[in-house]
């Protein structure tokens, strides 16, 4: 009986022991994660990839270490080209080779964010900023953020750290300088806003003198309208009394003037004979139509004829 027990004893122990030892056997790589293979503590350099692995129990052990993409954000100051002092805020998004993480594990730590990345993210953006005016990092700041991502991946690529994204938060600068920009702002805005307003004045007074031309212009097109239109009539008159009296002219014929004299006559013959000794009579001849005719001369002395009316 005792004898069984002890059996009994002994298989439950080695049971365990056997369970034991697969257990230590079994390695689970997380999800996004490298395991790094060490014998007895040491470092071995081989690595496993994410899953079920399995290696000596008691002798090797499995660190996993994430390759996933993490992010880190801190304070730095810096100062700018022209020796203004600048606080700003950067946030890094970064993540592990996987190639190099038994490297970073065995040389670094598993705490390299702060070993490595921090100071080397502190040391870029110093570095970085120090090229700029304080002006040039607030206009240009996306070219500043591209520059410190490009060195920043140079200083830790080495070691494994690949640098997704680089961002800079934000940055401020001394109150002194603020009120400086701000004063500088408004002097600019000022400047903007006369040069605006001389602009819109002189295109007023340009609108304003083309106004005046396009009327005189206007003006003076109906005065010559107006000037042509009075010459057109005058010609037309002209020329409609023009052919009038051509046409008149060619209706007065000896008869018409005859008639026309007989007419207008008085029955009077004329009272005083002229020195030559002839005078105009009006002869009625028998058709009717009058014609003038020589006087028989007269005696050389002029003889007055008493006038009808005394």
């Known amino acids: 009986m005792e004898k069984s027990y002890k059996k009994v004893i002994t298989g439950s122990v080695l ?6 030892a697969v257990f230590s056997s079994v390695a689970i790589v997380p999800v996004g994660c490298t395991g790094i ?30 390759n996933q ?24 998004n970064y993540h592990l080779a996987p190639e190099k993480t038994a490297y970073v594990y065995q040389n670094i730590g598993q ?30 700041r996306g070219a500043v953020s591209i520059a410190i991502n490009e060195q920043l991946s140079n200083k830790v690529g080495e070691y494994g750290i690949i640098i997704d994204e680089f961002n800079l938060v934000n940055f401020s600068f001394s109150a002194e300088f603020d009120a400086a920009i701000e004063a500088k702002q408004v002097a600019e805005q000022n ?31 109906a005065v010559r309208v107006k000037a042509e239109a009075e010459a057109d009539a005058i010609k037309v008159k002209a020329n409609a009394e023009a052919e009038a009296n051509e046409k008149l002219n060619a209706s007065l014929t000896k008869g018409v003037l005859n008639y026309n004299a007989i007419q207008k006559w008085n029955g009077e013959y004329p009272q005083v004979v002229s020195g030559d000794n002839t005078s105009m009579l009006i002869d009625i001849s028998g058709d009717g139509v009058p014609s003038t005719s ?13 006038d009808a009316s005394e």
């Open 294 to 306: 020589a006087a028989t001369p007269a005696p050389a002395q002029q003889q007055e004829v008493p």
């Open 191 to 221: 400047k903007i806003r006369a040069q605006t307003e001389k602009e819109q004045r002189t295109i007023e007074a340009e609108a304003a003198a083309k106004e005046k031309t396009v009327a005189a212009e206007a003006e003076a097109e």
């Open 37 to 66: 293979v060490k014998n007895l503590g040491q470092v071995t350099g081989n690595t496993m990839s994410e899953g079920l692995h399995f290696h000596a129990p008691f002798v090797q052990s499995v660190v996993s270490m994430s």
């Open 111 to 140: 705490n390299y964010t702060d070993t490595l990345l921090y100071p080397a993210t502190q040391e870029t953006v110093k570095a970085v900023m120090a090229q700029y005016s304080a002006e040039q990092l607030i206009t240009q």
């Open 15 to 20: 049971g365990v022991a056997a369970l034991i």
């Open 69 to 92: 993409i993490q992010q880190s954000t801190g304070d730095c100051s810096a100062t700018s080209k022209d020796l203004q002092a600048i606080s700003s805020t950067v946030t890094v």
